[in-house]
């Protein structure tokens, strides 16, 4: 899992593919490795660690072709021998995914005499392609034959001692876009990988394998008929995938929101009222006749498909259901008729979730939409309705603006189906006003910032961290606890705050931060009495209270003052003030803020 970078040039393509490299080391990684075919001789390195220690590692080059990885282990440990590229003989091999049937391909190639170096299932990929080749010559003919032995997932990138001038790919479950240049071609895992060499992208679908040469591509789709698939420019600048004046691309990040969440809203509300056409000429039929929501989503998305379940009950009046994508799949689902199935995505490529997809019953599924921030993603493609969060690349592993721009497309969602349903006490321009408030609030919330910082310092030497909220403030709390866990590695769960006696309580005492998120909602005095409880047990209280509720802070109590805010919106504001907590905690402590350990930012495996 994580980075392929591949090219094929009349130029010298090492540097190309380092710098492809270093441009995906947001999505972390724990080694590696690239290979050239100079000639008839592949020349490959491999590092653990960070990119830079491949770098230190390689001389000058001339070769014209090559293909390279960045790895995050899912079988065996980060070492040289496990990083990629895997070769056998003739052929070199990089792979994302993972292959499901490794273990049976592996005994076979064992039995026949090859030798296993590491412990990955990519290897066996190789050593696949070696033994093909004794009675498949052709590259061609090797690489077809081992596509159709592979089952799981997999993105390919394979280049052949005997055929130079040649690069196959392959993608199946797992993202792989083609870039293409004058009399070049590039290949990554990620757009991103390959902006600085070209504006020109070809998207692979499902089942695709692609023979690339340096002035010509063929791509096949499943069946091996060959096809052609649209040219498509980049919509990343390199200014969005640099840090600027930040110190982390998290804080950037972090401050992105606000003209983030402006950029979401513009060209979907009107003065008072949401526009119509938003998700196409039948879509607001579609929102008409939804009986039922069914979302499916994992980590982030799924705390903002949680929310989305209060927005959408209360305004519409229709049932709604959440469930994690990788439990969906594989349990026996009841479907409501007329259900409006959403999936949410930040990059559109989160493995669980495609799979879900993949394996709805549709028999009760009105149609699908995609909630996603890439509009030329597996999930946005493979979807009959699209809902696009405009946030622009993320770096950061730990979702900030993805997480708050989701939010603000259900809740607009939310509001077109209440519009659409003709739904009782649904005030549209209320609806539309609050909405139009969110951008001016995130800013006065940023604010906040040198306070937050102070209150941080009340975390470093904190083993564990309880979070607590209220209806909508509930998954908020969630997100909070996984982002403070994520960057700093202190333990963190959150609670409703009415379940702190039914066992939490147990927990506190005065070495525990109580972390809570106070709205002036309908719930605030319920909450006042949960954190009495809490107070009495001596624990350490954080509190993020609406101005209009707000209370003056003691000993036992820290307070955090917020803009006033209107109840229905008060989800995406009060997220910010976490993410800043969960930021300087981990900067106070010296973790690696944009790359947490054992993480990646698109996670294109089960």
Not at 15 to 20: A, F, K, R, T
Not at 233 to 253: D, I, L, V
Not at 576 to 581: D, E, F, G, K, V
Request: proline share 4%; glycine share 6%.
């Amino acid at each position: 899992m994580c980075g392929i970078v591949a090219a094929i040039a009349e130029r010298p393509v090492q540097s190309i593919l380092l710098e492809g490299l270093k441009r995906l080391e947001y999505r972390g990684y724990d080694s590696a490795g690239l290979a050239t075919l100079a000639g008839d001789h592949i020349q490959r390195t491999r590092a653990k660690g960070k990119v830079a220690e491949l770098e230190s590692l390689l001389g000058d080059s001339t070769a014209n072709q090559g293909i390279a990885h960045t790895r995050w282990a899912t079988h065996g440990v980060p070492s040289i021998e496990n990083a990629h590229p895997h070769q056998s003989g003739r052929f070199a091999v990089v792979h994302n995914g993972i292959i499901e049937n490794y273990e049976s391909l592996r005994s076979e190639l064992t039995d026949l005499g090859y030798r296993f170096d590491s412990d990955t299932d990519t290897e066996t990929i190789a050593h696949l392609l070696h033994y093909v080749s004794q009675t498949n010559e052709s590259f061609d003919a090797v690489v077809t034959a081992v596509i159709k032995r592979l089952e799981g997932a997999f993105a390919l990138a394979i280049i052949d001692e005997q055929t130079p001038g040649v690069l196959w790919v392959a993608r199946q479950g797992s993202p792989l876009v083609i870039g293409v240049g004058h009399g070049e071609h590039f290949v990554g895992s990620d757009q991103l990988a390959l902006v600085h060499v070209t504006d020109r992208f070809i998207f692979l679908d499902e089942g695709d394998s692609a023979k690339l040469k340096s002035h010509t591509l063929e791509i096949y789709d499943g069946d091996h008929q060959l096809v052609n698939r649209p040219l498509v420019r980049a919509t990343a600048s390199t200014e969005q995938a640099s840090k600027g004046q930040y110190r982390h691309f998290m804080a950037k990040e972090i401050y992105e929101q606000p003209n983030a969440v402006l950029t979401t809203l513009q060209g979907r509300l009107g003065k008072n009222q949401i526009l119509t056409g938003v998700l196409g000429p039948n879509g607001d039929q579609l929102l008409a006749e939804a009986k039922a929501v069914q979302i499916v989503a994992c980590g982030t998305s799924y705390h903002a498909g949680l929310v989305a379940k209060y927005w959408i009950e209360s305004l519409v009046g229709i049932p709604c259901q959440v469930e994690i994508a990788s439990e969906y799949r594989y349990r026996k689902v009841v479907t409501l008729p007329n259900t409006l199935w959403i999936a949410i995505s930040q990059s559109g490529e989160t493995a669980d979730v495609l799979s879900a997809l993949r394996h709805i019953d549709s028999t009760n599924v009105l149609t699908t939409l995609a909630i996603c921030n890439v509009a030329t993603s597996s999930l946005v493609r493979e979807t009959d309705l699209a809902l696009l969060t405009e946030a622009g690349p993320e770096i950061g592993v730990a979702s900030t603006k993805a997480f708050t721009t989701q939010l603000t497309v259900l809740l607009l969602l939310a509001g077109l189906m209440a519009k659409n349903q003709s739904a009782a006490e649904f005030s549209e321009t209320n609806f539309v006003q609050a909405l139009q408030q969110l951008p001016r609030l995130l800013e006065e919330v940023l604010t906040l910032e040198s306070q937050i910082q102070n209150i941080s310092e009340q975390f470093i030497d904190k083993q564990h961290t309880l979070f607590l909220g209220r209806a909508t403030m509930n998954p908020i709390a969630m997100e909070g606890a996984l982002k403070l866990k994520e960057l700093s590695y202190i333990h963190a769960e959150a609670y409703p705050a009415g379940e702190l006696k039914h066992g939490p309580l147990a927990l506190v005492d005065e070495t525990m931060p109580v972390v809570a998120v106070a709205p002036n909602d309908q719930l605030v005095e319920k909450l006042r009495s949960n954190l009495s409880e809490v107070k009495a047990r001596g624990g350490q209280l954080i509190v993020f209270a609406d101005f209009a509720v707000a209370t003056e802070a003691s000993d036992e109590i820290t307070q955090c003052v917020m803009p006033e805010t209107d109840p229905l919106i008060a989800p995406i504001v009060f997220t910010l003030p976490l993410q800043l907590l969960s930021y300087h905690v981990a900067v106070l402590r010296g973790t690696d803020v944009d790359q947490p350990r054992n993480l990646a930012k698109s996670v294109t495996v089960e």
